[in-house]
């Protein structure tokens, strides 16, 4: 019997077609992991380098947050490092009197203020369309004055002329609060400083653009230095694109997902080892990601375009703690290959011939480019190139199909229907597993591949069982239909200047010439579908799907964990069913192969499959210890009752966070409540609680237990944080008042202040809400710098009610551990809760431990 014969078996066909499924899938996998570059005899890379800086700063120095002694280390260093590579400069020069090369170095101070909207108010929109089915109790709008530092070196010929026209390259200094910041952003810091390296000691290289590296010194904080250097260096003016490097995960391969111009993608398209999609910029510009890096500020004050590449992978410990382990754990060679996809795009951007001048009349504008790599290729076309070969296909999968014409419309329902059933039955799952059985983000711990194996087996059963509603369909139309809707798709989406249609595309290649060969080669009777069909068309399919579908689950099943309460169990089910249906569409026309009967057969098996993998799951425990759970505390000392409370929350949905509670709750609060059952709080506007973390505060479910009075206790902080009034003028007339308000917080930093007013005027920006509203306003500041002002006039004469709070320098476990005797009560309680947890949870949980000081004023 021959292969091409319908009549083999589904036991046989299903034989015949495994391995060679599993060898796309594999295929894909690899082609997603890591290759090094050939060898040259020019000065190279050095990843050993590179993460020896990652680990001075993350290790050696510590928690490098906005306003602590660590910090202020770091920026010493830095300082070193700046002018140890003037120095080899100019010992080259000297050698080499014909090098054309000039370094430079700055080391900016300075104050200002910006505005921080969460997200943008586009990406709000999009948000509040229930994207994630959220809904933000916040206005997410926080106001920031700053008083910080920059490093900044330039390299260039040493010509006016070389100079008008430079590539920005940044990174930040700084960590975020629980995180000693090894990944983000301190392995992007040592790229930086081994491409100074590099360039400088190649022979000959000689810029004819010069090229900034900034070394920022506070993204953490909302992105103050990138404001302050966009906004205030004296060579800001000259940049003219930017390169920012960023990190919101761990390991893996740096993604592309952000390019804002043509120009940028054409010169990403040189780097030796690419890895960006229009698919991840779409995603992002989308504001699900819920992220935002120093590149708006660059955007926004600087007017350029620019690339924003992060590493993505592993993103379950970005933020946390362990985010040093990725120093010793990380698969090397990724390293490598970013810093050497760096060094590759400053070369081009500063060579004769750049498109570095002409960026100068930059205008901001979508770039109609499709841009993705596939197989180590990196393919880009203009939006109207891909409506054009788009349209074609479509015209040609018409054609191709003409003969089974009549029937269509079933195939097309068969195809739809078995799509809905897929998303419906993953979401079944979901929602069994979450609510019925109390057992949801099971797969978390066991990441992306743990999730694909719960919900997989459900939208195959989901994609075959739907079937089972329809009447039997020729399985040849329904193939048909398949391929005429993925190239429909491709160009629908297309026409609505979407890059991401290339999806489509690039899966229409493998179905639309399956079918083709099917037709000329494979089939031996007209109408039949061989099984050749669907050992090319699916396998190859399998491996594009697998290359969308592993990356977009890499970054959301861990994302899963931060968002807050959202239903994570339906958005990773539909993410599985939508990609995973993208990936196996020719399932679709396999379950009509074989006629009712052998269709029921697999519906069971497979029913049985999902259950199994439910009953798996269901056992499974959701964190462990390298993938946690983020817990948040703060010991809060409130100034103005003396009362000390520890304010616990969690950002994921995971089931058991109210016992958790509870058993702190009975350890740790003072006698009279330890027996009551804790009670969850609001967020909003006025849960000044967490406003230390505001506007992401938005993402927390808090509760609050107070802790037991200690008589022998007087607090430091009563006289020494303080708000107050001067320059009180009232215009009784007007009926409006004039003063500024002087925040005093020795020893305290990111203090925040939260008011309610009609303010009329104020130094922040030019238009305050022109109403009666909440205003929020942050400060960060360098080590030590202890005092910040506000300038307001209000509607209105009398006093104003302020919530203020700040952050204990020397009270963060376990950053501030070598001098915790200087952190006070707040120190030991979280000390103890920490070794607590640690033991409870056997090592489940990160918490980010900290003492807060807070209170309220009438001034
Ligand atoms: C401190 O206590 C005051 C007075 O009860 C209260 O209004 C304020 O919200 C508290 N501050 C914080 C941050 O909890
Ligand atoms: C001040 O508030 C009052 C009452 O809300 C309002 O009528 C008046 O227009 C406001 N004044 C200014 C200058 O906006």
């Known amino acids: ?69 660590e910090h202020a280390l770091a920026d010493t260093w830095m300082v070193q490092q700046a002018e140890e590579a003037r120095r080899n400069c100019e010992r080259v020069v000297n050698q080499d009197k014909g090098r054309k090369l000039q370094c430079e170095v700055w080391r900016q101070e300075g104050s200002g203020t910006h505005r921080f909207d969460m997200m943008g108010e586009a990406a709000l929109q999009e948000l509040s369309k229930c994207v994630l089915l959220l809904s933000l109790p916040l206005t997410g709008r926080v106001f920031i004055l700053s008083d910080l530092t920059n490093i900044v070196v330039r390299i260039s010929d040493g010509t006016d002329a070389g100079k008008e026209h430079a590539l920005l390259l940044n990174s930040h200094l700084d960590s975020t609060l629980p995180s000693p910041g090894a990944a983000d952003d301190a392995i992007s810091v040592g790229i930086m400083l081994d491409c100074i390296r590099v360039l400088v000691d190649t022979p000959a290289w000689s810029p004819a653009h010069a090229v900034i590296f900034l070394f920022n010194n506070a993204e953490e904080s909302l992105q103050d230095a990138s404001h302050l250097f966009s906004t205030q260096h004296p060579i800001a003016h000259t940049v003219r694109a930017v390169i920012n490097l960023e990190a919101a995960g761990t390991t893996g391969r740096e993604l592309l997902f952000q390019a804002t111009s043509e120009e940028m993608v054409e010169a990403y398209s040189h780097v030796p080892r690419p890895f960006g999609t229009i698919f991840a910029n779409d995603v992002f510009n989308s504001g699900v990601m819920l992220s935002d890096t120093d590149f708006r500020q660059f955007e926004e004050y600087l007017d350029v375009p620019g690339l924003d590449i992060a590493i993505v992978g592993n993103s379950y410990l970005y933020h946390m703690r362990k985010n040093f382990l990725v120093i010793t754990r990380a698969n090397r060679c990724f390293t490598q290959n970013m810093g050497e996809n760096t060094l590759a795009l400053i070369k081009y951007l500063t060579a004769p011939g750049s498109p570095i001048p002409k960026l100068a009349n930059f205008e901001r504008k979508k770039p109609h480019l499709v841009f993705y790599s596939l197989l180590s290729h990196f393919l880009m076309y203009r939006f109207s190139t891909a409506k054009l070969i788009y349209g074609a296909l479509f015209l040609s999968a018409l054609r191709l199909t003409r003969s089974v014409w009549s029937g269509q419309p079933r195939g097309i329902l068969a195809v739809v229907t078995g799509l809905l059933g897929s998303i419906l039955s993953a979401n079944a799952v979901a929602l069994i597993m979450q609510h019925g059985l109390g057992k949801g983000m099971s797969w978390f711990a066991g990441g992306h591949f743990a999730a694909i194996g719960l919900y997989a087996p459900a939208t195959l059963l989901g994609g075959l069982a739907s079937q089972l509603l329809l009447r039997t369909t020729d399985e040849k139309t329904v193939f048909s239909s398949v391929v005429i809707l993925q190239a429909a798709a491709a160009v629908v989406v297309q026409l609505l200047n979407v890059g991401s249609a290339a999806m489509f595309f690039i899966a229409s290649i493998p179905l639309f010439s399956s079918l083709l060969l099917n037709n000329l080669v494979f089939a031996t009777r007209a109408g039949e579908v061989s099984l050749w069909a669907y050992v090319w068309g699916q396998s190859v399919q399998l491996m594009f799907g697998t290359l969308f579908l592993i990356p977009t689950l890499e970054v959301f099943v861990p994302l899963t964990g931060r968002l807050g309460n959202v239903p994570a169990d339906n958005i990773v089910a539909t993410l599985v069913s939508i990609l995973g249906a993208q990936a196996m569409p020719l399932a679709i026309p396999f379950a009509h192969r074989f006629g009712r009967n052998s269709l029921r057969q697999m519906v069971i098996v497979l029913s049985a499959i999902a259950l199994a993998s439910m009953a798996i799951y269901a056992r499974k425990e959701v964190f462990d210890e390298m993938h946690q759970k983020r817990l948040f505390v703060l010991h809060l000392e409130n100034v103005t009752t003396n009362e000390r409370h520890l304010h616990i929350a969690s950002a994921d949905g995971a089931p058991g966070f109210h016992e958790l509670v509870t058993d702190i709750s009975a350890q740790f609060s003072s006698p009279s409540v330890a027996e009551a059952d804790p009670v969850p709080l609001i967020m909003n506007e006025y849960n000044a609680d967490w406003d230390s973390l505001y506007p992401f505060s938005a993402f927390l479910s808090p509760y609050k237990i107070e802790l037991s009075k200690d008589a022998h206790y007087t607090s430091p902080w009563t006289k020494s944080f303080r708000l107050v009034a001067t320059n009180d003028v009232v215009d009784l007339a007007a009926g409006t008042r004039s003063f500024t308000l002087q925040v005093d917080h020795p020893g305290l930093i990111w203090t925040v202040i939260s008011f309610d007013a009609h303010v009329l005027k104020w130094n922040l920006d030019n238009n305050p809400p022109a109403e009666y509203a909440r205003h929020h306003v942050k400060e960060a500041s360098f080590y030590k710098i202890d005092t910040w002002r506000l300038d307001l006039v209000v509607n209105g004469t009398g006093g104003i009610l302020f919530n203020f709070i700040g952050m204990q320098e020397n009270a963060m476990w376990p950053g501030k551990k070598a001098v915790k005797a200087q952190g006070g009560p707040a120190m030991q309680v979280l000390e103890n809760l920490d070794a607590w947890l640690d033991e409870k949870t056997g090592g489940t949980v990160d918490a980010m431990l900290i003492g807060c000081v807070a209170g309220t004023v009438v001034v």
């Open 1 to 69: 019997m021959s292969i091409s014969s319908p009549k083999w078996g589904l036991g046989r066909s299903l034989l015949v077609l495994s391995p060679c499924l599993l060898a796309g899938f594999l295929v894909a996998l690899r082609e997603h992991y890591c290759a090094i570059n050939p060898r040259t005899n020019l000065p190279q890379i050095s990843e050993a380098r590179i993460l020896g800086y990652a680990k001075y700063l993350s290790e050696d120095i510590g928690y490098r947050t906005v306003g602590t002694h």
